[in-house]
């Protein structure tokens, strides 16, 4: 059973991450107003990265594929984000949809959309995607405890003297933008982490 999530509209003050300036942080949810849950695969073409040409005609391609590292290194390189630290900006055709759609949400809730808000669900989802990659696309609820807990930008963004049932609330809505960027850039691990996230979140 998926996440029942509820929509939300979260302002988080944030420290600077990834070389960007202290901002507010919107997060909205996987899902409706209504309670609709979101699909759990990309939007159709032309908002579906393609694939890279070596993919299926190399010969190398198979084995490239059963090796996490070079899936995560040609990953990186499809996605084209900056990995010096310099601020993100949506790319590739399915990045520039979720960004849009989050925007729109985001200013629908009549809150104003930033530059660091951009970056900062752009450098998430990456990360989501890279950590399914690296556990070669095997996302339960101790990946996701793993990943929040190690994750330098879910650091960044939560208080770290919380605990318990209130370091889960700051969480959980972080880790719901996680998860919905996911169907735009990785969307093969989207019902993993979904399900990952109702066991750690609750629904």
């Not at 009549?110 to 990360?127: K, Q, Y």
């Not at 889960?168 to 960027?181: C, D, S």
């Not at 169907?183 to 979140?201: F, I, N, Q, S």
Request: hydrophobic residues 40%.
């Amino acid at each position: 059973m998926k996440a029942p999530l509820r929509p939300l509209v979260l302002t988080l003050i944030v420290a600077a991450a990834l070389g960007t300036t202290t901002g507010c942080f919107r997060l909205p949810s996987p899902l409706g107003p209504d309670g609709m849950q979101a699909p759990v695969t990309a939007p159709e073409d032309p908002f579906v990265a393609t694939p890279s040409p070596t993919d299926d005609s190399s010969p190398d391609a198979g084995a490239a594929a059963e090796d996490p590292i070079a899936e995560r290194d040609r990953f990186l390189q499809e996605q084209q984000l900056p990995l010096d630290g310099t601020p993100l900006v949506a790319v590739t055709p399915a990045q520039k949809q979720f960004i849009e759609d989050q925007k729109s949400y985001v200013e629908e809730q009549g809150f104003e959309w930033t530059a660091d808000d951009e970056s900062l669900s752009l450098a998430l989802v990456s990360d989501a995607c890279e950590t399914a990659i690296l556990n070669s696309h095997v996302v339960n609820a101790d990946t996701l405890r793993t990943h929040v807990a190690t994750s330098p930008l879910f650091a960044q963004l939560v208080d770290q003297s919380l605990e318990g049932d209130e370091r889960t609330a700051a969480e959980a809505p972080i880790a719901n933008l996680m998860v919905y960027g996911t169907t735009y850039m990785c969307p093969r691990d989207t019902a993993g982490w979904l399900d990952a996230y109702t066991e750690v979140y609750g629904g």
